[in-house]
């Protein structure tokens, strides 16, 4: 077992009283990929929810299943040996303060930028399937904003996809570790936070785990709901950046990671961005007739410089609205 801290540390970590409801929510979209109607029923999720799990997805199982053992074996090591591969700067090893701005959480965790071979500290087994982990998802990104376009019905068809395509992309990659916390048994109606409430900041976030629970998106109504875990399919997660580019039309969701008590969480996630100078505004086959804008016209440089001085649990899009009077 992978130890963050002693007990005591606890003190220093979020706490949050249980919500309600504690159940697994059945209602999550799922799509597979090749479904001809894939296209419309993507939309439609991210309509709805910002979020579905992806099925039929064509990455390799092996891809997975490989990365996870690395990033275990990594996760396992001394702790001063981890540390060789931090502090995050925003890149690197972090070990439970979540960027700058006093967030923390019960977790450990790698982020890394477009070139893992040259900025990871890491043997080069772990390197190498980092590497070849992150082209699959990319390509994954780019298949599911293409096939979103479709349903979209946006001219040119590329006008998403060729973002994360573009070679000058900002894309980041993370691997995050749960340790199992068995303090959490004398937390009586409490649970202990991985990582706090937040949407992603990218246009697209391709999400996988291992089998444990703790992820929780929250819905419509505010409420949060537990999503089931499935080792062998994709959870996508509509950002910040689709939000305007679709003029609000589909919807970032605000999400978070509970610990838990018995069993450690690795999940992986590619965050698909924009290249740093590309302005972020609605895609003109998206907007009606006499549609407003409802944000300001920004870069992508601009909205990850604002973001970055935030909170977690931010509005981070409510600075860049078009105010009404």
């Not at 990218?202 to 291992?210: A, D, E, G, H, T």
């Not at 875990?229 to 969701?253: H, K, M, Y």
């Not at 999400?255 to 924009?274: C, D, E, N, Q, T």
Request: net charge positive.
């Amino acid at each position: 077992m992978v130890v963050l801290s002693q007990p005591a540390a606890l003190d220093h970590c979020s706490l949050i009283k249980t919500c309600k409801p504690t159940g697994v929510f059945t209602g999550i979209p799922v799509i597979d990929l090749k479904d001809g109607e894939a296209k419309t029923l993507i939309v439609k999720a991210c309509e709805e929810f910002g979020f579905f799990k992806l099925v039929n997805h064509g990455v390799p199982i092996e891809l997975m299943t490989r990365l996870e053992a690395e990033a275990l074996r990594f996760f396992n090591l001394p702790q001063s040996e981890k540390d060789k591969a931090g502090p995050p700067t925003p890149f690197g090893y972090g070990n439970k303060r979540i960027g700058l701005n006093g967030d923390v959480g019960w977790i450990e965790y790698l982020l890394l930028n477009n070139n893992p071979l040259t900025s990871l500290n890491t043997p080069e087994i772990f390197r190498y399937a980092v590497k070849e982990y992150m082209e699959a998802v990319k390509r994954l990104a780019i298949e599911v904003l293409e096939v979103m376009g479709d349903g979209l019905k946006i001219e040119p068809r590329n006008a998403l996809s060729g973002l994360i395509r573009d070679e000058k992309s900002d894309s980041c990659f993370r691997l995050n570790h749960y340790p199992p916390c068995p303090e959490l048994q004398a937390l009586s109606g409490r649970n202990l936070i991985g990582f706090g409430e937040h949407t992603d900041p990218q246009i697209i976030s391709i999400l996988r785990s291992n089998n444990t629970s703790g992820l929780q998106i929250c819905l419509r109504d505010r409420t949060w709901v537990s999503v089931p875990p499935d080792q062998t399919s994709f959870f996508i997660n509509v950002g910040d950046a689709l939000q305007v580019l679709s003029n609000g039309r589909l919807r970032s969701v605000r999400h978070r990671v509970l610990a838990g008590s018995m069993k450690s969480r690795v999940s992986m996630i590619y965050f698909g961005g924009p290249p740093v100078n590309q302005k972020i505004v609605p895609i003109p086959s998206l907007m009606a007739k006499g549609e407003e804008r409802l944000y300001k016209e920004f870069t992508w440089w601009e909205y990850k410089n604002s973001a970055s001085k935030s909170r977690l649990g931010d509005n981070r899009l409510g600075l860049f609205e078009n105010k009404t009077q």
